[in-house]
């Protein structure tokens, strides 16, 4: 049952994260490559490098390959955790050397929080399973003195964690690897306080960009 926060261990088997890295690495180039040549822009629907917590890292809202395996991943949440749960969104970043989660609490819409390790080079994520509030400034990454250490998570390929992301903080320290691909894909209780509003966050449907609210 889950108790705020819980890994499953080989989510999904190895060859699906791995292909799914694979097509990620894949956009991200292509992507990268249309928009240094104008052959499109950045309107939300193809993944942006602005992405204010990580900037000049390759992000994207609910590409849909991620959307699906939000999908797909609803029965074995449900399983592993006990909880009914109703998807919200996926988020997916190819992290690169240097890049820092700074500690933060989520957003409403990631009442249950999930973190899928897709896949290059191992990356540990700290979660404060005390749900207090210690960040003083999230920007600026100021944290209050003597603020609890956190759980070290360390994830293989297709290991999830899955987390009250709403409650309890969480971060990453700086990424001395060279890539690093997670997909977070997020769930609320159905019939939490935000489930009418925050299905498919928000959109008609899954699958669509989130400015279709
Ligand atoms: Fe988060």
């Known amino acids: ?34 928009y240094r040549n104008n052959i499109t822009y950045d309107n939300g629907t193809l993944g942006t490098w602005s992405d204010e917590q990580i900037p000049n890292t390759y992000s994207h809202y609910a590409d849909p390959v991620m959307e699906t ?25 190819a992290y690169k050397k240097g890049d820092t989660l700074h500690r933060h609490k989520d ?40 603020a609890p250490e956190g759980t070290k998570v360390m994830l293989e390929v297709g290991d999830m964690l ?5 409650d309890l903080e969480h971060w990453r320290e700086p990424f001395e690897g060279n890539i690093c691909g997670q997909v977070f894909l997020h769930y609320n209780h159905v019939n939490g306080p935000f489930a009418d509003k925050n299905k498919f966050d928000g959109r008609p449907m899954l699958g669509l960009p989130s400015f279709v609210k």
């Open 1 to 34: 049952m889950f108790d705020k926060y819980q890994v499953i261990k080989k989510a999904v088997n190895y060859e699906l994260a791995n292909f799914v890295f694979n097509y990620f690495l894949l956009k991200r180039d292509a992507v990268n490559f249309m």
């Open 69 to 93: 395996l939000l999908i797909k991943m609803l029965p074995v949440m449900k399983e592993h955790t006990g909880l009914d749960l109703i998807p919200t969104y996926s988020y997916a970043r």
């Open 107 to 146: 957003r409403p819409s990631c009442e249950i929080s999930t973190t899928l390790n897709l896949g290059g080079d191992p990356w540990p994520i700290f979660i404060d399973g005390t749900g207090a509030d210690n960040v003083l400034d999230e920007r600026r990454n100021i944290i209050k003195p003597n």
């Open 162 to 166: 899955v987390y009250s992301g709403c």
